[in-house]
């Protein structure tokens, strides 16, 4: 059977202001704290046992929060952001003002990219295919990365069809717990900040 903990890294200020794709930001203080506070080792204790391999998202947050977890983790690109091209760094309102076609299509089509960076489609893709190789390590795996990554890991692990990451939330430092047995994929629980 294989485990997979998916942990959404701790906030940022671009997280905090609701951005698009923030950027390789650092974890502000609040951020820190609240990682410090969710996921520190208790008595020696990783609040996920014993992991059999930790891994990141290149994402400095992403980092950081795996080290404040008392945590080593091996990086890897399957597990960075949706990159949302000229979108990055801007709110919601603020791309619907800028692009309403744009939004109104990449709302409305998970293989559209109008923003010139990631389809919603391929960034699924791309997760379903790092979750798929799980299957081969031996112990827990522990995954520190973004909402979105968590939001189509769970999309493609019920079989859910792509569109549905849309009604599908995942807070910083939320962990969602996968299992993988014969019949498939199983979400075992999902907790964290509200």
């Given amino acids: 059977m294989t485990s997979v903990w998916l942990v959404c890294h701790a906030p940022t200020a671009a997280v905090r202001r609701a951005v698009c794709g923030g950027g390789d930001e650092h974890l502000d203080e609040g951020g820190r704290a609240a990682a410090l506070i969710a996921l520190a080792p208790r008595a020696g204790r990783s609040p996920f046992g014993r992991p059999g391999l930790v891994v990141s998202s290149p994402a400095l947050a992403a980092r950081q ?68 190789g799980t299957d081969e390590l031996l112990g827990p795996v522990v995954a520190v990365t973004h909402p979105t990554v968590v939001r189509l890991a769970v999309v493609h692990a019920l079989g859910l069809p792509v569109t549905a990451w849309t009604r599908l939330d995942a807070a910083p430092l939320s962990i969602t717990r996968l299992s993988r047995g014969t019949s498939g994929w199983r979400l075992l629980l999902t907790a964290g900040e509200r």
């Fill in 65 to 132: 929060t795996v080290e404040l977890a008392g945590l080593e983790a091996e990086v890897t690109p399957a597990l960075r952001d949706l990159d949302l091209g000229r979108w990055r760094g801007l709110s919601w309102p603020q791309v619907i003002e800028a692009d309403p076609d744009g939004a109104a299509a990449w709302l409305g089509d998970p293989d559209a990219a109008p923003h010139g960076g990631e389809s919603v489609r391929a960034a699924g893709r791309r997760v379903a295919d790092w979750l798929g």
